[in-house]
């Protein structure tokens, strides 16, 4: 089985990105599985190396083709000079952030690099006028034309949003039978394509505290979310719900599911984290470019301290390969079904 080539982009100069890249590599059986490519800046790079025990062989090349084998791979993606300011927000690597990020989605249309794995940005950072975004998923949507669905999941669940960078306040009047439907039919097809689950099983999860409790508490779990759901189980999804989160997740009824769609952020993401934020892994589904992320921030606070561990990231790369193989395994499963013969559904003609 050929080697995957993972395209990992820098992050925000000024976090613990570069920390957790350096940290994933220190075993050497990593570079057994994936070719890494990192996008970014070599000086920085070294920069970062010096406060940590353990590096892993870093060789800066000019393109993705000249990738060693066995090494860290790096890919200088801007000529601007830069110094790194731990834990402070910086438009300086906000610029590197976007350079990095162009730069893999470049050689991954070029066919230079498989997968990206993405280390955290600073939003404060990077948003500009050429960076409009509200952060990896907006950007990636916008680059590809295509719609993404965010899926984190760690060893316990997997948690897809049915909103995301939102705020609070227009939460509700975002939450439509359209958006619900196309969410979960993203959801279901994900589910197989991407992870390989034959017959996924969805659970949805109410907007409202103890879903509305017939419109007492509001009416959108009774109006929206019921009807949607129940519709797109007669047509063949197999989804189920709305389901009061606190009681879902307390009761541990999520064990009995291979996803579930939360209606907003913080609502999915809490319980996940709160289960596993070490090993979370965040994935953008959807696209037709693999991308995953670890499932935390810069880590300002902790930028510089060799106190970042690397299990996010690590599983993030798992991720990608992962799914990348699986979308390779299912496209050829599923490329020339074989036609349905009509006559088989014909009654045999008696003779005589």
């Known amino acids: 089985m050929s080697k995957i080539k993972i395209g990992i982009t820098q992050g925000d100069i000024n976090g613990i990105g570069y920390e957790t890249i350096f940290k994933a590599f220190a075993h050497e059986d990593m570079f057994e599985m994936c070719t890494p490519i990192i996008y970014g800046n070599d000086k920085v790079a070294q920069y970062h190396a010096k406060g940590l025990e353990e590096v892993p062989p870093v060789q800066v090349v000019d393109n ?23 834990g402070k927000v910086s438009a300086a690597a ?163 599911f291979d996803a579930v769609l939360a209606m907003y952020h913080d609502q999915g993401l809490a319980p996940l984290k709160a289960l596993g934020m070490e090993e979370g892994v965040n994935f953008t589904a959807g696209l037709p470019v693999v991308r995953t992320s670890p499932d935390h921030g810069t880590a300002f606070d902790i930028a510089g301290q060799n106190k970042a561990t690397a299990d996010s990231m690590r599983h993030a790369i798992y991720a990608a390969i992962d799914i990348y193989r699986n979308r390779k395994a299912y496209d050829e499963a599923t490329a020339n079904p074989l036609p349905i013969n009509p006559r088989r559904s014909e009654r045999p003609t008696r003779i005589g």
């Open 64 to 86: 993705a083709t000249e990738a060693h084998a066995h090494r860290l791979n790096l890919i200088r993606v801007s000529e601007e000079e830069c110094t790194v300011e731990y």
């Open 94 to 256: 906000g610029r590197q952030a976007q350079a990095a990020l162009n730069r893999a989605l470049s050689d991954w249309r070029a066919g230079l690099i498989d997968v990206i794995v993405t280390a955290p940005i600073c939003k404060a950072a990077i948003v500009s006028d050429s960076f409009p975004y509200a952060g990896h998923t907006e950007y990636f949507e916008a680059a590809t034309e295509s719609k993404g669905l965010m899926i984190l999941s760690n060893a316990h669940l997997r948690v897809a949003l049915a909103t995301t960078h939102l705020p609070i306040s227009q939460i509700a009047q975002a939450i439509t039978p359209e958006l619900l439907e196309e969410k979960l039919r993203m959801l279901h097809q994900s589910l197989k394509r991407d992870y390989l689950v034959s017959s996924p099983r969805i659970a949805v999860l109410g907007l409202n505290p103890h879903c509305g409790d017939e419109g007492a508490i509001g009416t959108e779990d009774a109006e929206i979310i019921a009807p949607t759901v129940a519709s797109l189980r007669e047509q063949g999804v197999p989804c189920f719900g709305p389901y009061p989160a606190d009681g879902f997740f307390g009761g541990g009824m999520f064990t009995h």
